[in-house]
């Protein structure tokens, strides 16, 4: 399955697009249908992994939605768009900055966002004084996250690049 996502800057709505196989059209199904309650790049969809639970088996898609948090969704043929997303993001996903990696290692799934790579790294006190939230968002944070063999056989290492933001007041 291909799947896509777009925003309305002006965050009226938060839509998935599904490709069917067998016909090769687009069905689009509201992720978040109407007002978001945030605007522009906060509502942006920048993230999304394919992860199947270690304890239940179960197969879901995590998307990251902008400042809104990480929702998920499992296959479901009968549903349209064959996706049946929850209507609430993952407790504990949602954030102040925009979420911007999803990656899975060691049959775990760890995402970033700004100064965290959740529940392993907090960044926070590496921020540059000086930074205002926007430009943050926009040229800070941790960026790049992604798996990589580590110096444990069988055990993966994460590996990103860190930007701290504005150097001076000037920005």
Not at 37 to 57: C, I, P
Not at 64 to 77: A, K, M, Q, R
Not at 116 to 131: H, M, P, Q, R, Y
């Amino acid at each position: 399955m291909l799947l896509a996502a777009t925003f309305n800057s002006g965050g009226s709505s938060i839509d998935v697009f599904t490709r069917d196989d067998d016909n090769g059209k687009w069905v689009t199904t509201p992720l978040i249908a109407g007002k978001t309650g945030v605007k522009g790049e906060d509502n942006s969809v920048r993230a999304a992994a394919v992860y199947r639970d270690r304890v239940t088996g179960q197969e879901q898609v995590f998307l990251s939605v902008g400042i809104l948090g990480i929702f998920t969704g499992h296959y479901d043929p009968k549903f349209p768009g064959r996706i049946r997303w929850n209507r609430a993001p993952e407790v504990g996903t949602a954030t102040q900055t925009r979420i911007l990696f999803i990656v899975e290692a060691n049959d775990s799934l760890f995402f970033s966002e700004g100064t965290k790579i959740f529940l392993v790294a907090d960044l926070s006190n590496e921020v540059s004084s000086g930074t205002d939230h926007a430009k943050f968002q926009s040229i800070g944070g941790i960026r790049g996250l992604s798996a990589i063999d580590g110096p444990v056989p069988g055990k993966q290492s994460l590996i990103f690049m860190w930007h701290a933001g504005a150097r001076d007041s000037k920005g």
